[in-house]
């Protein structure tokens, strides 16, 4: 019989200690380390059918012979943007969200779209019975035949089922609540989530089946449990809006078949998620007329240019601090451009209160927004509005220059699309380009020749 002692797991990283402590020497959280029973010896493996027996040779990279991984498309085209182009069979695919945002509703409809195909998919809910699972199926109108509905949190029947079944697909709600029967932590824990996202994943891989797998974040935002866990999928999608409001936003930050930090964007209705092809026009339907603080940038996501709105909001300073908050972009970036507003502009902004949002809930880290964030605040300042027809991209370095920024024409052609009749943008990203009907471009080399340009002084 193995011999049973206990050790210590940081519930944040995974380290391992034979002892407690406060802090944890691997991540530096504090109050993680959670005792758990470790088996010594050799435990029995009673189904681990998917081990492999065959051992693999070394091949010279010349000889490797590969092809285009095939690609399941879905009826959601945001969806199959975001993974790359379509649903890749033997990947394990982790999406992350706050409660009661809508992943559940996601994979759902996911699920009958992939179904109705002719697919067979399995869909695994460890939180819901299968009459509440029926019962949100029945709200989305879901009534494919080769959608499967199994309540289960124990691995090892889970993978029975997938063996009888044969599903092309497997969706797991959560991985939370899976635990392996053979490992005696509780459900949710480091090892827990670790041993059952390893066994799911040797399952995708040796039966060539999508599995997608729904995992809970904490109050960070970040997916609960181990990074290690983000390292062992293809793919991390994150599902993020507010719960008050109806837009969600489906972005991905890891990719293995595709490119990364691509975005989708769905509008929660009674009938469940419906995607919005046109993102631009939804972040800019709200946007008022004649106040200043306000300006338009042509930002990158991954491949799609997404019109989006800056506000500013700059008023003289109460208290001895001035306070610096931002939404939606790097609050670094905003006190950068601010000391270059102030060095190379004049503007005295030291003694004065900066808020700054990017309207919509989108967020934002690429350069070229860097021109139209100096724009907004320097708006707001001196409380002029800016020309509303007016698109404005480019990189600011920390002497006053506006650097060139990529995919200039592709941004362009959207904001012409949008009806912009004007987009200011640095002077090095002229020529070599189409320029599309009835749009303006105008070069600008500095801020201070930008601001001259907008505000006329």
């Not at 990947?91 to 179904?115: E, F, H, N, R, Y």
């Not at 070229?368 to 370095?397: H, K, M, W, Y």
């Amino acid at each position: 019989m193995a011999k049973k002692k206990t050790k210590f797991i940081c519930q944040s990283c995974g380290y391992e200690s034979a002892k407690w402590m406060g802090r944890c020497p691997g991540c530096g959280e504090w109050n993680q380390m959670v005792e758990e029973v470790a088996i010594t010896g050799t435990p029995k493996r009673t189904f681990m059918h998917s081990e492999q027996t065959v051992t693999s040779k070394p091949a010279k990279i010349t000889d490797i012979e590969t092809v285009q991984e095939p690609r399941v498309k879905t009826k959601m085209k945001e969806f199959n943007r975001v993974l790359g182009g379509g649903v890749v069979p033997g990947s394990l695919v982790l999406i992350g969200g706050d409660p009661g945002i809508g992943k559940s509703t996601l994979l759902l409809q996911v699920s009958a779209q992939l179904a109705a195909i002719k697919s067979r998919v399995l869909y695994i809910s460890g939180e819901e019975s299968v009459k509440q699972t029926k019962l949100r199926a029945e709200r989305l109108a879901v009534k494919e035949e080769d959608l499967f509905i199994y309540s289960e949190t124990n691995l090892q029947l889970i993978h029975s089922a997938i063996e009888q079944l044969s599903p092309s697909f497997v969706i797991i709600d959560s991985i939370q609540t899976v635990y392996h029967p053979e490992v005696t932590s509780a459900p949710g824990s480091v090892s827990q989530v670790r041993e059952c996202t390893a066994e799911l994943m040797r399952i995708a891989k040796m039966n060539g089946i999508a599995i997608f797998i729904v995992g809970h974040v904490t109050k960070e935002g970040s997916i609960a449990g181990p990074r290690l866990l983000e390292h062992m999928v293809d793919s991390v999608l994150y599902f993020e809006g507010e719960r008050h409001h109806t837009y969600r936003i489906l972005r991905a930050v890891k990719n293995r078949f595709g490119s990364t930090n691509e975005m989708g964007i769905f509008e929660m209705k009674e009938e469940g998620l419906e995607e919005v092809e046109n993102p631009s026009e939804i972040f800019l339907e709200e946007r008022s007329q004649g106040s200043s603080g306000s300006t338009v940038v042509a930002s990158m996501e991954a491949t799609r240019p997404v019109l989006v709105e800056i506000q500013a909001l700059v008023s003289p300073a109460v208290f001895g601090n001035p306070r610096r908050m931002a939404t939606g972009m790097d609050h670094n970036r905003v006190t950068l451009l601010m000391a270059v507003l102030e060095k190379r502009v004049g503007l005295l902004l030291q003694n004065q209160d900066a808020y700054l949002k990017v309207a919509g809930g989108v967020k934002l880290d690429e350069p070229a927004i860097d021109l139209a964030i100096a724009v907004s605040i320097a708006s707001s300042f001196r409380d002029q509005t800016t020309n509303p027809t007016d698109c404005i991209i480019g990189e600011v370095g920390l002497t006053g220059e506006v650097r060139r920024v990529s995919r200039i024409e592709q941004r362009v052609s959207e904001a012409a699309k949008l009806g912009f009749t004007r987009v200011i943008l640095p002077a090095n990203n002229l020529g070599g380009w189409k320029v599309p009907a009835g749009i303006e471009v105008v070069g600008v080399s500095t801020v201070n020749e930008a601001l001259r340009l907008i505000f006329g002084k």
